[in-house]
């Protein structure tokens, strides 16, 4: 009985303690240094005219649990004015947020400063700071503007910063330059995307409200990973939330030119296809194996066994060579996240999760996709059709994708583990008017498409931090892998010849296509800090070191079917009707032909390691004066195993990179004013080859007709006389030189003004292949150099009248000037092959270089109302993307006149309930991309119309 009593008295002691902390508010903020932007260490915060209070921990972070009411903080430090904080309100069972709370040191006598709770709520303060102290040229933007705004991804978020440009609404680009010298990295680590070909991950599977900060560091330092030039851009997510968060969101895309459409082309799929990936539907016949039977050996006896294998595998192909039209929906998404922290003892528990998932469409018409070429007569200037191609696709992408995030806090340490999973598939369906004027063979004919393409993404890491109890040392260390896995299922092209609905070699065969990658990616940092004095001032030592493993595993089959003597009305679909198989009866009928026996190009195997030690100093030798000078090393091997078409040459783990690099960096910075800031910067980076570039592998995209040539292929011409490229890919080294003026004004305002100049040793670009049109090969070309301006401006209109402090106007923009010293192959090119009249330099610009991108808009912030509206438009210049050589001349982008429209309202005095509203495209412009010769006027490579799109978005916060 007694021991009943107990246990009912502590289960009621235990309900109390909870009903008193439910009645109770909590007050939580993080302080920063003023001066640094480093967040400070051990502040005393109590509460005026109590004995509460707490103490900030290494984060800057304090808590104060307290009764309901309207209290005034004062928070102290040595050597540091008093900071008092007024009408801080808290309410029953609610966290009030008091963050980006600035102390500044005092120089003579000791002052009280003293501001209200409101004016701090959605200042950009700490990341102004940050940003005006940092050890690297930076940008960036923070979680207060994501609510500002009311970006829903990092995507839509990171576009409105500096030098950035958004390609295809995922990837980002610095400067103009392209995917090859931009990276983005999650939580200072690096991760592959979905497509692990690219330098960036697809920036818009993140939510905004699970991101602290997303910083781009434009000038590099030497703790960082040395393969980038444009810049790095760094992910920060959340560890503790400020208060707990649970968060739905709905968001739905109408285009009046793709949706609702009966036109839209689709084709049969698996059950699974809405979750973003096949269930087997589209599985390969022969299972994967090489050792199949192949016409020849059959064709004498159809009923033996390896006969029936062929025909069985022959019949298990599926029919469906044609798509069919089907009314397509609208844009739909949805989400769900929360996150909250928790008390352990003495000690925080921290968790963030969130779960996306999108449905898109979109149906292309009159898409095109070109190839022209220079007329062998030098007087003619026009350019002559080789390929033309123009039709319709649709296509349906659908993301799953999850984000889960546990931090832990003790005194002195933190620990981290994030996991990320993400799941993508897409289709494409399309038919195409086909005509071939190209190598004699002139021709006419129906194309038709069918692809399904799905890609997945698992991430872990697991990090530490941890600080000396005398602030002396810190000690960080991160872990992560990755894999990630790419497979093309069934890709399918057929051509019909017109007018007779002929099949043929000369049109090219019906072919299928299974394509697998798999990525496995391990990455280990470990950074060690002192603190400590130097020249009489604070100085900081960072040394540490990097690993990073990948291992890759790719393979391709693919089929050929020839038809024999069948014939066809022009219905892709009866093409493997049973009464047109090859049989006992058939013996001409239709059969497949698999192009991967005896010789498999396509399926290769590829590692590298990455080892990485630095070492740097921060420190200040004059007044007003910082310097970061530091080196980083980097051993990098590369392997390869594969072998060419022919099998003459094999290659089996051989070191196709082995590099040892020293990349010096050195930064400084002076400050003007308190404001103001003069920095320089020199540094010395790479860009390296992926494993896709340095192999031989040849991979189709069979709706542009384009086939990427791996690096590892030799071009020769006059019968093997003349070497066009050796086969022989290096990395590329790059010089870095930067200097900027910037100014940090009240209110979020901001003035900066940059140069820079990049020079480029053997630059690696997409150079056209000459023996085979409509193919692409990475190559070393020629060395270059880029210069360029930067201009940003974020100003309050209220300077022209008061009433107008709400308004805006933002612009930064990026000028930029290239140039590539042509190699002595290419030159000679271009000179056999110029116009009359033309003079051939033996300068060009550089490719994915755009000599300009304007970012600018007129944007309405009004806190109290909770309404934000803005008109933005972007551009970007002319940029070159694919080399010309021999008849073949080069491509261009053509500028892209980007007008976008978004209103965000908050309702309701929590600020629960959020709708959006935005407008893409308002101009309708195209996106297209040209040929480009002397005197001759543009021919189409690409054309694109994305139309106009219409988002609605909402989002309750519970």
Known sequence: MKRLFLGWLCIGLIFLAANVSAQNGTIRGTIFDAGTGEPLFGVAVSVVGSQTGAVTDFDGDFEIPIAPGTYELQASFISFNVLNLKDVQVKSGEVTVLDNLKMEEFTSDLETVTISAEAIRTTEAALMTVKRNAAQLMDGISASSFRQIGDGNAAAAIKRVTGVSIEGGKYVYIRGLGDRYTKTVLNGVD??????????????????????????????????????????????????????????????????????????????????????????????????????????????????????????????????????????????SMGFSLGNQVGLGNNKLGYNLAITYKNTSEYYKDAQYNLYGKPRGSGDFALEPLEQSMGNFGVNNVLLGGLAGLAYKTDFSKYKLNLIRLQNGESKVGVFDFVNTNLGAVFE?????????????????????????????????????????????????????????????????????????????????????????????????????????????????????STGNTTFTGDPNEVMNEENLFSENNRNGVRYNPLFIPNNPNRFDANLQNIGIYAHSEFSPLENLKAIVGLRAEKYEQYYTGSNQTQTIVFENEKVLDDLDLFPTINLISNLKENQNIRFSFSRTIARPSFKEMSFAEILDPITGRTFIGALFQETTNGGAEVLWDGQLEATRINNFDLRWEQFLPAGQLLSLSAFYKTFDQPIEMVQFLSDPGSFQPRNVGNGTVAGVELELRKSLSFMDP???????????????????????????RRLTAREGEVISSTRDMAGQAPYIINSGIAYNNYVSGLEAGLFYNVQGATLNYIGFGNRTDTYTVPF?????????????????????????????????????????????????PGTLINLNFAYSF
């Open 191 to 332: 991760i592959p995307g979905l497509d692990p070909d690219r330098n960036t991950i697809q920036m818009d599977i993140f939510p905004t409200n699970i991101i602290d900060n997303i910083i781009v560091s434009k000038s590099f330092t030497s703790n960082l990973s040395a393969d980038f030039t444009g810049g790095v851009v760094d992910i920060e997510t959340k560890d503790f939330p400020e208060e707990k968060t649970m968060r739905f969101s709905l968001s739905g895309g109408y285009n009046p030119s793709m949706h609702f459409n009966e036109n839209f082309l689709t084709a049969s799929g698996s059950t699974t296809d809405f979750l973003g990936f096949d269930n087997g539907f589209r599985a390969i016949p022969s299972k994967g194996e090489t050792d199949i039977p192949q016409f020849g050996e059959v064709i004498g006896s159809p009923s033996g066994e390896r006969g029936q294998l062929y025909q069985r595998i022959l019949r298990d192909f599926n029919p469906e060579f044609g798509g069919r039209k089907e009314q397509n929906l609208a844009n739909f």
């Open 803 to 829: 009433k107008l402090e709400n308004f805006f106007f933002t612009f930064n923009g990026t000028l930029t000037s290239s140039s590539i010293q042509m190699s002595a192959s290419e030159l000679q090119s």
């Open 897 to 945: 006149h980007a007008l976008n429209l978004s209103l965000n309202k908050t309702f309701g005095a929590e600020e629960r309930v959020q709708a959006g509203f935005n407008v893409q495209n308002l101009l309708n412009q195209s996106r297209q991309e040209v040929f480009r010769s002397y005197n001759a006027e543009d021919q189409i490579f690409s054309s694109l119309n």
């Open 445 to 561: 004919a129906d194309q038709y498409n069918i692809e399904y393409s799905q890609r997945s993404l698992t991430n872990l890491m697991l990090s530490g931090a941890h600080f000396l109890p005398e602030g002396d040392w810190e000690v960080q260390w991160k872990v992560s892998p990755t894999l990630s896995t790419i497979d093309d299922p069934d890709v399918r092209v057929l051509r019909f010849r017109r007018p007779n609905n002929t099949i043929s070699s000369e049109v090219g065969l019906p072919q299928r296509i299974w394509r697998s990658l798999e990525e496995q990616n391990l990455v280990g940092k470990l950074d060690l800090t002192r603190n400590h004095t130097l020249f009489g001032k604070s100085a900081r030592l960072r040394f540490g070191s990097s690993l990073t493993y990948k291992q890759r595993d790719f393979l391709i089959q693919d089929f050929q079917f």
